[in-house]
């Protein structure tokens, strides 16, 4: 088989690797990919901004399924134009990536479909934005609609952080025109979870649930990022919560989808805040695998994934995937400078001896000498595995702590609430 994976961050090469694992004989195109995807597929140096020349590439490849990891270019119609050839694809249309490409939207989508999620409205004009934050109650959140790569979303203590939020973003621009329309919306209070579910439009199987790290710093402290790590599976997410996730969020979401004439396939990943009284509720939908979530998700299957990505590509009944019992934990190494000016071209070194922990490279480029160079923000998500979550965690950060590069940055608390849990339950 033929598999092309389209993106070059740790999200990507975490797909490859699990393919790689379950189809050992494949063929596996990456683009552009990244010096990781370099030794688990082939890369092809072509922009994940190049919807022709992908299009071009799976045709003239004649590949059997196309993955497609971020959101831009399902937003752009990728997976429509694949699909338009035959060519099986991973992914939602256009039209159904509004959900992730489009915060009004996806709230329009939630009101119609009864699911839980903070209330909120939408404004284009910057007087009525401001009206309606100086009756809101603080703090509150102010959402460029579309998409701005993580950093669109501000949550303000008091009103007169959201009016200066909802300026910057109507009145200077500073998302350009991703916050031409604002969502304002009340602040929910509770702890985030990511679970993600693989779906061909109607049904779906949920995977192993994830939680994401945001802040840049330990504590969760510092500026918002695009995930400095994760864990997963989160004793938080019991059998009771999943079956209520799937219930009052995913299920009225595909089918409230189907309605509009935008059914939904590929993985949709539901942000979850879920209250103190065990309730969830939808901080924001994502229309892919999550980044840095698919780093410990995909190690944690056991078998399966690759027949539930072609199900879901086609239309098929969903096969179900074996979960593996351990625990997982990936710590993101930024770059210096990361999330608002990142480094790059910095020298890596990466231990070569065996080690229990995978080193997933995210921001990172070859050079023809060999040379592994910083290429991005996040430059590597290094994930553990362990019979429990602090052995995992412990692999996590032994091979975090000796993979090297000039001003990398990672924090060494990822996982504290699961540890806290653990702790009080001891
Ligand atoms: P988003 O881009 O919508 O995922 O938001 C980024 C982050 O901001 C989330 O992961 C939350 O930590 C926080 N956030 C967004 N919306 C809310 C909300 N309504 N209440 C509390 N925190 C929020
Ligand atoms: N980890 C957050 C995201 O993938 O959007």
């Known amino acids: 088989m033929k598999f092309l994976v389209v993106g070059g961050g740790g999200r990507e090469h975490a797909l490859c690797w699990a393919i790689r694992r379950e189809r050992p004989n494949a063929t596996i195109l990456c683009a552009p990919g990244n010096a990781g995807t370099a030794a688990a597929a082939t890369n092809i140096p072509i922009a994940v901004t190049a919807i022709d020349d992908l299009v071009a590439l799976a045709e003239r490849e004649a590949v059997d399924l196309v993955i497609v990891g971020p959101e831009g270019p399902l937003a752009a119609g990728l997976a429509d134009r694949l699909r338009a050839r035959q060519i099986p694809t991973f992914g939602p249309s256009a039209a159904a990536a509004q959900l992730e490409a489009s915060k009004a939207y996806a709230k329009d989508v939630m009101t119609s479909a009864g699911v839980p999620t903070a209330a909120s409205r939408p404004f284009s004009e910057l007087p009525g934005a401001l009206a309606y934050i100086d009756r809101h109650a603080e703090p509150l959140v102010v959402k460029a609609d579309g998409l701005a790569a993580g950093k669109g979303a501000i949550v303000c203590r008091s009103r007169a952080e959201a009016r200066a939020a909802a300026e910057a973003m109507l009145g200077e621009r500073v998302f350009g025109d991703a916050g031409a ?246």
């Open 181 to 426: 329309l604002i969502v304002v919306e009340s602040f929910l209070v509770g702890e985030e979870l990511s679970v993600l579910a693989v779906t061909n439009g109607t049904d779906s199987v949920i995977l192993p649930p994830a939680q994401d790290h945001k802040r840049l710093l330990e504590g969760d402290q510092g500026p918002n990022t695009g995930g400095m790590g994760a864990y997963s599976p989160v004793s938080l997410a019991t059998p009771e919560l999943l079956a209520k996730v799937a219930r009052q969020v995913i299920e009225p979401t595909l089918a409230e989808m189907r309605r509009r004439g935008a059914p939904f396939s590929g993985v949709l990943y539901a942000g979850l805040m879920i209250d103190p009284g065990g309730n969830p509720s939808v901080v924001e939908f994502n229309c892919r695998f999550g980044d840095p979530e698919t780093q410990v998700i995909l190690p944690r299957i056991e078998r399966g994934l690759v027949d539930l990505l072609l199900a879901a590509a086609t239309g098929a009944p969903l096969p179900p995937v074996v979960i593996k019992p351990d625990a997982a934990v990936t710590t993101v190494l930024a770059a210096a400078g990361y999330p608002d000016k990142p480094a790059s071209g910095d020298a890596v070194a990466i231990p070569s001896d065996g080690s229990e922990a995978i080193a997933f490279h995210a921001g990172t480029r070859l050079d023809a000498d060999g040379t592994v160079r910083t290429a991005g923000g996040r430059v590597f998500a290094v994930t553990g595995l362990g019979s429990t979550f602090e052995a995992a965690q412990a692999a996590s950060r032994r091979l975090a702590e000796r993979i090297e590069f000039a001003g990398k940055q990672y924090r060494r608390d990822i996982g504290w609430r699961e540890a806290a849990r653990r702790g009080a339950a001891r």
